[in-house]
C-alpha cells in the first residue's frame, strides 16, 4: 500500500447520488461497445431463471410478481424466455404485439380469451412460445395433461380460423438455442429481418428503463464489492454460485467496474471508508505502526462487517495483548447492504474464539407485553441467542393491538392511524407517538393524510414522530402505530429477494425466512414504551401477521375480521358447533371441544405456532390453515414419533419406548 500524506476523503462518500451519477456515466460511456453482447448485458438485469425449478405455483407466482421482465419496447412480460423472444424481434425489426387478443374470440380454456403469446402484425403470424420439454412435461406445478391437450387445441385453432401459428418451446432455450430457432422460423416463413442500426439501438436502449436499472444494479453491486473487499477472483467465485451461463462475463465487467472506480480514486488522489479499513490494517501488518491499546471496545457489534473484522483481529494481534469487549444486540442486525454480517455476533466463538458472554436481559422502556411478542417473534429464529428479557414495567393485559385498515367496510390505512391518535390523545393529550412505515413512500402517504384529515382536531397532531423502521433503531415514544403490513414486495415483511447479483455479493444472510424483516420487526416493536399497534390488511394478509394472530402470541385484537380469522383456527373439523378451547393439564396443555362428551376430540398444541392440533392415524396436523404444521405420531399409541438413528440408518421410533408398564417399541420407516 502506497500512502500519500495528502490523500483526502473521496466525493463519493458523503453523496451516494454522486456514486450512482458516476456508475450511470461509466456504463452509458461503453454502451455502444456494449450493443455487441446485450444478451450477456441483461442477464445482469434479469434473472435467467427456469421456469422448471419452482415447485409450487405460489413460488412461481410470487416470482413473477416481484420480478419484473421489461423489454426493449417497454412492455412487462411473464418470463425471462418470453423477454428473450421479444428482445429478438425488436432487435431484428420485427413488429409484434405482446400477448395482444386473436382473432377470434372463441375460447380455449375456462373463462379467459385466448391470447397467443405474440402476434407479428407485418407478417400476420402468431407465436406460441410452449412451455414444455422435449418429452412434453411441463412446470411441475401444472397439469401436464391438460397443457399438452391446450397445446393441440391451440392449434386446432389456428387450423380452423386460417391463422399461422409458429412454436417456440421451453427446451429451446434449456438447449440454448431458442435464438437460432427464431432465425429459422422466421427464414421458413420468409419473414425477413431488419436489424436495427446501433445508432437505433442505442435510441431504444436510452430510452427504456433499462438504463437506469442497470445502473443501480451495478452501482449496489460496487458496494458489495468494496464492503466484501472482493478481488476478481472473489467476485468470480460469488458469481459462480449463480445459474447464469453468462456468469464469467457478468464478473469480468463487474471487475472492470470496480478496477474503474479505483482509478478514479486514485484520480482524485482520494480514499473511501473501505480503504480506510484496508489501509489501516495494512499499516499495522506492514509494522508502520504499533497498537499501543490495552482495551478494545466494539460498540453496535450485530452490525460489524468482515473488513472491519479484520481490522480488529490486526489491532488484537499486534497489539500488547489487549482485551476486547463487544456489545451488541443480534435480534436487532437490520444493516446487511452496508456489509453487516450477522454471523459474526451469532457465531462469535467461531471467528474469535475464548470468550465470555454476558447477556444484558433487563429493558427499562418497554413492558412484558412488548417484550414477549416481540421477543417470542424473534427468537423463531433458530440463528438468534435466546434470552428472557424482564421488564422493569408490568402489565397484566396486552399492549399490542392489532387492527385492520378497514374504516366502513374500506381500506384506508391513514384514516385508522387518525382513529388511533384520537383515541389515545383523549387519555394522554401529551404523550408523544410514533408512526413506523417500512418504507418511506408510504409513510409520506399517512403524513399527508393525517394533515388533511379533518376529524383530527387543533394540537392532536403535536408531538407525533414519522421513522421507518430502518431508522427507528434506536429511538423510543410511548405510543407506537406500525403501518403497511401486507403481502408483496414493496409490504412488510417485504417479499423481494432483491437483486440476485447483488445478493450473492453481499455477506451471506442467515436463512432463516424473512430473517432480517423479523429483525426490523422486532425494532419497530419495541420501540414503544407503552403500547405498540399494528395496523394491517386483512386481505393479501402479511405473512408475519398470520404468525402473530396464533395462540402463541398474546395480543390485543382489535379487528372484526381478524378476530374471525383467529376464531378460524379453534373451530372443531370434527363436530358441527364445537370450539376447541385450551386446557392447562398434569402433563402440559391441550384442547377439548366445546361439545363436551359428545365430541371425542383430544388435540395436541402445536409446536409451531399454539394451535390445536388433530391427530389422524400417522400425523397431528395444526388446525391453522396457514400452519397445517405435521407432527408424525405413534399409529398404535398415539405419542410422538421421534427421528432415531440406527445400525440401517434413520428410522421413526415411538417415544413410548423404555416407559415403564406401558412401552411402546413402535418403528415407521424414514420418509423424509
Ligand atoms: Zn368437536
Ligand atoms: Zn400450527
Ligand atoms: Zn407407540
Redesign the pocket.
Known amino acids: 500500500v502506497h500512502l500519500s500524506k495528502f490523500v483526502h476523503l473521496s466525493k463519493f462518500t458523503d453523496d451516494p447520488k454522486k456514486l450512482n451519477q458516476w456508475v450511470t456515466q461509466w456504463l452509458i460511456n461503453q454502451l455502444r461497445e456494449l450493443l455487441t453482447v446485450l444478451e450477456k448485458l441483461f442477464s445482469l438485469v434479469f434473472k435467467p431463471v427456469n421456469p422448471f425449478d419452482f415447485e409450487a405455483q405460489e413460488d412461481y407466482e410470487n416470482y413473477v410478481r416481484d420480478n419484473e421482465y421489461r423489454t426493449l419496447n417497454g412492455e412487462l412480460v411473464k418470463g425471462y424466455q418470453e423477454l428473450i423472444i421479444a428482445n429478438w424481434l425488436c432487435r431484428n425489426g420485427i413488429e409484434y404485439q405482446y400477448e395482444a387478443p386473436y382473432k377470434s374470440k372463441r375460447r380455449i380454456a375456462e373463462g379467459v380469451d385466448y391470447k397467443p403469446d405474440f402476434y407479428l402484425t407485418e407478417a400476420d403470424i402468431y407465436l406460441e412460445h410452449f412451455g414444455v420439454d422435449r418429452h412434453g412435461k411441463t412446470r411441475p406445478d401444472i397439469d401436464r395433461q391438460k397443457y399438452n391437450q391446450e397445446m393441440e387445441l391451440k392449434r386446432n385453432l389456428h387450423r380452423e380460423c386460417g391463422t399461422k401459428l409458429i412454436e417456440t418451446h421451453h427446451y429451446d432455450w434449456v438447449e440454448g438455442k431458442l435464438e437460432q430457432r427464431l432465425e429459422q422460423l422466421m427464414r421458413e416463413n420468409n419473414v425477413k429481418l431488419q436489424p436495427l442500426t446501433n445508432d437505433e439501438l442505442l435510441e431504444k436502449l436510452n430510452n427504456s428503463d433499462l438504463i437506469s436499472t442497470l445502473a443501480e444494479v451495478l452501482y449496489k453491486s460496487l458496494q458489495a464489492i468494496r464492503t466484501e473487499q472482493l478481488n476478481s477472483d472473489g467476485i468470480s467465485a460469488r458469481l459462480a454460485q449463480l445459474d447464469n451461463q453468462h456468469a464469467n462475463w457478468c464478473a469480468a465487467f463487474l471487475t472492470r467496474l470496480h478496477q474503474s472506480y479505483q482509478e478514479a480514486l486514485r484520480e482524485e488522489n482520494a480514499i473511501d471508508f473501505d480503504d480506510m479499513i484496508l489501509q489501516a490494517q495494512a499499516v499495522i501488518q506492514q509494522q508502520r505502526f504499533k497498537p499501543k491499546w490495552r482495551h478494545i471496545l466494539v460498540d453496535e457489534f450485530q452490525d460489524i462487517s468482515a473488513a472491519r473484522l479484520g481490522l480488529v483481529k490486526t489491532l488484537i494481534k499486534h497489539g500488547p495483548n489487549p482485551t476486547m469487549t463487544a456489545v451488541g444486540d443480534d435480534w436487532q442486525s437490520i444493516y446487511r447492504f452496508s456489509g453487516g454480517k450477522l454471523e459474526i455476533t451469532t457465531r462469535f466463538g467461531e471467528y474469535l474464539g475464548t470468550h465470555s458472554l454476558t447477556k444484558l436481559d433487563k429493558t427499562f422502556r418497554y413492558n412484558n407485553s412488548i417484550a414477549d411478542t416481540a421477543g417470542n417473534f424473534v427468537m423463531e429464529n433458530p440463528e438468534q441467542y435466546k434470552k428472557q428479557v424482564e421488564t422493569h414495567t408490568k402489565v397484566s393485559n396486552p399492549q399490542v393491538y392489532l387492527l385492520d385498515t378497514l374504516i366502513a367496510g374500506k381500506p384506508d390505512p391513514a384514516g385508522k392511524v387518525a382513529k388511533i391518535i384520537q383515541a389515545i390523545r383523549e387519555h394522554a393529550p401529551e404523550d408523544s407517538i410514533a408512526i413506523i412505515c417500512r418504507y418511506n413512500y408510504l409513510l409520506n402517504d399517512v403524513r399527508e393524510n393525517l394533515k388533511h384529515d379533518a376529524e383530527l382536531q387543533d394540537g392532536q397532531l403535536k408531538n407525533i414522530n414519522y421513522w421507518t423502521f430502518h431508522k427507528s433503531k434506536g429511538l423510543e415514544a410511548d405510543h407506537c402505530i406500525l403501518v403497511g403490513f401486507f403481502q408483496g414486495k414493496v409490504g412488510f415483511p417485504n417479499e423481494n429477494k432483491g437483486h440476485y447479483i447483488v445478493e450473492t455479493l453481499l455477506p451471506t444472510l442467515d436463512s432463516f425466512k424473512h430473517s432480517e424483516e423479523r429483525r426490523l420487526f422486532y425494532v419497530g416493536l419495541t420501540r414503544a414504551r407503552k403500547k405498540s399497534y399494528l395496523v394491517a390488511d386483512p386481505h393479501g394478509m402479511s405473512a408475519f401477521i398470520k404468525e402473530i394472530l396464533t395462540p402463541k402470541y398474546d395480543i390485543a385484537i382489535s379487528s372484526e375480521r381478524f378476530r374471525e380469522k383467529f376464531q378460524e383456527i379453534f373451530k372443531c373439523p370434527k363436530c358441527t358447533n364445537g370450539y376447541l378451547k385450551r386446557h392447562q393439564g398434569q402433563y402440559g396443555a391441550f384442547y377439548r371441544c366445546t361439545t363436551g362428551n359428545g365430541c371425542s376430540v383430544r388435540p395436541r398444541v402445536c409446536s409451531a405456532c399454539g394451535s390445536p392440533t388433530i391427530d389422524h392415524w400417522f400425523h397431528s396436523i395444526c388446525n391453522n390453515p396457514d400452519c397445517r404444521g405435521e407432527t408424525p405420531i405413534?399409529?398404535?399409541?398415539?405419542?410422538p414419533?421421534k427421528q432415531r438413528e440406527g445400525r440401517y440408518g434413520k428410522f421413526w421410533g415411538?417415544?413410548?419406548?423404555g416407559i415403564k408398564d406401558d412401552q411402546?417399541?413402535?418403528t415407521r420407516k424414514w420418509l423424509p
Open positions: 405413534c399409529d398404535k399409541c398415539g405419542r414419533m415411538c417415544t413410548g419406548y411402546c417399541r413402535h
